[in-house]
Antibody
Framework: QLQVQESGPGLVKPSETLSLTCTVS??????????WGWIRQPPGKGLEWIAI???????YYSPSLKSRVAISVDTSKNQISLNLRSVTAADTAVYHC????????????WGRGTLVTVSS | QSALTQPASVSGSPGQSITISCTGT?????????VSWYQQYPGKAPKLIIY???NRPSGVSDRFSGSKSGNTASLTISGLQAEDEADYYC??????????FGGGTKLTVL
């Protein structure tokens, strides 16, 4: 069964870089027709799209986060990664990894998410 | 980059129908048939319930239906059940090749 699992530190200090990894199991990250990406949800708030990447390396970023975000893919490990620089308390959120369908822009597979708190 | 506009909350009694609206612009909802809807229970991951405005994934109840008119998309839940009580989010492709979500709607089954 295809699954995604997020991992990374639960606590990051202000001004530092938040780094997360998403591991795909039960299938290949290199499957055609799919992008893999990140969506976050601050506690008690709504969803925010961050970025997506395809196995080829093609990327799309949220315009509001683009200056601080980098997404990458490692097909040998079946993983994608997220780096978010210069974090503040506003970046505190549950970060979900998800699969986005190419050309249709919806997410059909979600991870449970990992809570990242930005605090000194 | 404003979020799509959804009512903060809606409510209905078991057996009734409710509709949740999702209003955007010609750069997102009005410009593409790429509106999707997600159901989220507290502490859980969102679940896709509608994609491409009107389509239901396999396994999703036919009590859920989607539509769109102009810049506003809608999710209708018919025959409301207690298990439908959750948060609902719409999303759409944007003209800048990004995705925008709605602010979310909390559905209460009375």
């Amino acid at each position: 069964q295809l699954q995604v699992q997020e991992s990374g530190p639960g606590l990051v200090k202000p001004s530092e870089t938040l780094s997360l990894t998403c591991t795909v199991s039960g299938g290949s990250i290199s499957s055609s027709g799919h992008y893999w990406g990140w969506i976050r949800q601050p506690p008690g708030k709504g969803l925010e799209w961050i970025a997506i990447i395809q196995y080829s390396g093609q990327t799309y970023y949220s315009p509001s986060l683009k200056s601080r975000v980098a997404i990458s893919v490692d097909t040998s490990k079946n993983q994608i990664s997220l780096n978010l620089r210069s974090v503040t308390a506003a970046d505190t959120a549950v970060y979900h990894c998800a699969r986005q369908i190419e050309y249709h822009w919806y997410f059909d597979l979600w991870g449970r998410g990992t809570l990242v708190t930005v605090s000194s | 980059q404003s979020a799509l506009t959804q009512p903060a909350s809606v409510s209905g009694s078991p057996g009734q129908s409710i509709t949740i609206s999702c209003t955007g612009t010609t750069s997102d909802v009005g410009g593409y048939n790429y509106v999707s809807w997600y159901q989220q229970y507290p502490g859980k991951a969102p679940k896709l319930i509608i994609y491409d405005v009107t389509n239901r994934p396999s396994g999703v109840s036919d009590r859920f239906s989607g539509s769109k008119s102009g810049n506003t998309a809608s999710l209708t839940i018919s025959g409301l059940q207690a298990e439908d009580e959750a948060d609902y989010y719409c999303s759409s492709k944007r003209s800048d090749s990004s995705v925008v979500f709605g602010g979310g709607t909390k559905l209460t089954v009375l």
